[in-house]
């Protein structure tokens, strides 16, 4: 029954807390220590590197970082910003946690959506936000990517999809399981239109977003070392009792396995997408 | 009515429930049961095939717990691996191609949580079904018996109308599961099971099914008659409308709607 991932937070912010601020030393430049190498690599030198190590390890990435990493200058323009969840089953907290969530992050919500244009091509553009809820997806999350999906399909533009996730927001019960479905539906219309839809997997992409629009594009890329997966691995740990495999639920095993295309890394990413989409310029129509 | 939301989830688990099997068996007339996902292998947790509802022929799709301990064994205790999905998602196209309803009946803790069903996409199943069964042209009813388990349920419940046992239970997350992750304590289960609004009345008020099945008479004659003649009368409706695919986007297209709310 592991729907949701168990995945840690990896700092204090991602889990809605108070201390986001890296490691200051005493003297000289802040630095982060990079959990792949164990070198403390300058912040500096890590921003300008768009957070990947020089050992190849790539850190999280805020969405709105991302998205200006990806797209050309000025070219963004957001869409639905506006929505964002209520607390439609008065579950205990939720609300409270969420407001303390986007306070620190500076987000409404776990995704954001936008058209954008990528090298000569404009497109519709998804990014989800590890430092909100882990980017649970509930019902906001839901209809933001499928409006955004029903807008690609109306104006014919190719969905290119950044998918970060912990699984289905639980304190929104079956209202957030029904996203899924939802989704889904949408992906398959813009789909069945003859558009593209190409999603990038970014640590960590799991439960209820890996088992609906994160696998169902026609592209599927991933960042070298992300954890994909359905279950989270404490759980099929807990039910098989046996060990897991060496990179179990990597980018690298699901390519191994057959479930994704490419990994891409950050630096050729906005390459990559540029080219892709000038490969499928206007679709099939 | 009264009954405690965690005393519901106890209920949909008891291991003295008709089972997927003793529905088709009951309801349906000439079950021929047909196997494998012609990929990978044939999954025990999910029975498939045709038979006929009224002299109706319709495809047949059940996730199968088991009775006794070395049946239960078997079907994997209802957990599907990706081929299960993969073995429903072929039957429904077949479905599709010769124009026959499809009828399913869900009751599983979820989708298998196994080194194997990850190495073989669980995630990718379960996805690949959510899209599809959105754009069967053949009316879908999906009935919960039991316990609907998250991804592992909602695979086979992409459908035109979904009903629920009085005493079966629909949910995201198992109580326990949520109880550990936000309050790193299973014993608050029952907490959990409130919360989560995972009751037949919880899901039909929400807007995620149709109809409650009562559970009078559960697993003789009359209560499997009155499950035959709702699912007839049912088909019936759904068959002749032109418009099923459409109505099946907007059923899921609704939900959760008014729960992201904009700010005026």
């Known amino acids: 029954m592991a729907f949701i991932n168990f995945i840690k937070p990896k700092n204090k912010l991602e889990e809605g807390g108070r201390t986001a601020a890296p490691v200051q030393q005493d003297a000289g430049e802040p630095e982060k220590k990079c959990p792949n190498c164990r070198k403390d690599i300058p912040l500096s030198r890590l921003w300008a590197n768009n957070l990947v190590c020089s050992c190849g390890y790539h850190f999280r990435m805020k969405a709105r970082q991302r998205i200006q990493m990806i797209v050309e200058k000025d070219s963004f323009q957001e869409l639905y910003a506006d929505v964002k969840a209520g607390n439609p089953l008065n579950f205990p907290g939720y609300q409270e946690k969420a407001e303390t969530v986007r306070q620190i992050s500076g987000e409404e919500e776990a995704v954001i959506c936008g058209t954008a244009q990528i090298g000569k091509e404009k497109c519709c553009l998804f990014v989800m936000e590890s430092y909100f809820m882990m980017g649970s997806m509930g019902s906001a999350v839901g209809e933001k990517i499928t409006r955004l999906f029903e807008h690609a399909t109306k104006h014919r533009l190719p969905v290119i999809g950044f998918t970060v996730s912990g699984g289905a927001r639980m304190q929104e019960g079956l209202l957030s399981l029904m996203q899924m479905a939802k989704t889904s539906a949408a992906v398959k219309r813009h789909s069945d239109a003859g558009l593209l839809y190409i999603a990038v997997l970014t640590d960590p992409t799991t ?55 490419r990994i891409v890394i950050r630096s050729e990413q906005k390459k990559m997408l540029a080219e892709l989409l000038e490969m499928h310029r206007g679709g099939n129509a | ?112 949580c196994g080194i194997g069903a990850e190495e073989r996409g669980q995630g ?62 299973a014993a608050q289960a029952e907490t959990a099971a409130a919360s989560l609004k995972l009751t037949a009345e919880d899901a039909k008020s929400l807007g995620v099914i149709e109809r409650i099945l009562s559970e009078k008479d559960m697993g003789k004659k009359e209560f499997y008659e009155r499950i035959r003649t709702l699912l007839t009368e049912e088909l019936q409706e759904l068959s002749d409308d032109v418009d099923l695919i459409s109505k099946r986007y907007d059923r899921f297209r609704r939900i959760g709607e008014g729960a992201a709310k904009e700010q005026v």
């Open chain 2, 1 to 112: 009515m009264s009954v405690a939301p965690y005393e519901r989830v106890k209920l949909a688990r008891d291991n003295s429930r008709p089972t997927g099997l003793d529905y088709i068996k009951n309801i349906f007339q000439g079950f021929i049961e047909f196997h494998g996902d012609r990929c990978y292998a044939d999954d025990h947790a999910i029975v498939g095939g045709i038979a006929k509802l009224n002299g109706q022929p319709v495809t047949v799709i059940a996730i199968e717990k088991g009775h006794t301990a070395k049946e239960r064994t078997y079907r994997n205790f209802g957990a599907p691996n990706p081929e299960g999905y993969r073995k429903a998602l072929r039957l429904m196209k077949q479905a599709d191609k010769f124009g026959r309803p499809i009828i399913c009946f869900i009751d599983t803790s979820g989708a298998y």
């Open chain 1, 207 to 261: 439960g209820g977003v890996t088992a609906s629009f994160a696998m169902e594009a026609d592209i599927i890329l991933a960042e070298p070392g992300a954890t994909v997966g359905f279950a989270g691995a404490r759980v099929i740990e807990q039910t098989t009792r046996k060990p897991l495999p060496a990179g179990f639920q990597t980018s690298e095993f699901v390519l191994d396995h057959g479930f994704i295309d």
């Open chain 2, 124 to 185: 990718q199943a379960i996805a690949e079904n959510l899209m599809e069964m959105s754009t069967l042209c053949v009316p879908v009813i999906s009935i919960l018996i039991g316990e609907g388990g998250s991804g592992g349920a909602l695979a086979l419940a992409v459908a035109d109308r979904v009903w629920m046992l009085q005493n079966s239970v629909y949910s995201v997350i198992s109580p326990e599961g949520c109880a550990s992750i936000l309050w790193k304590d």
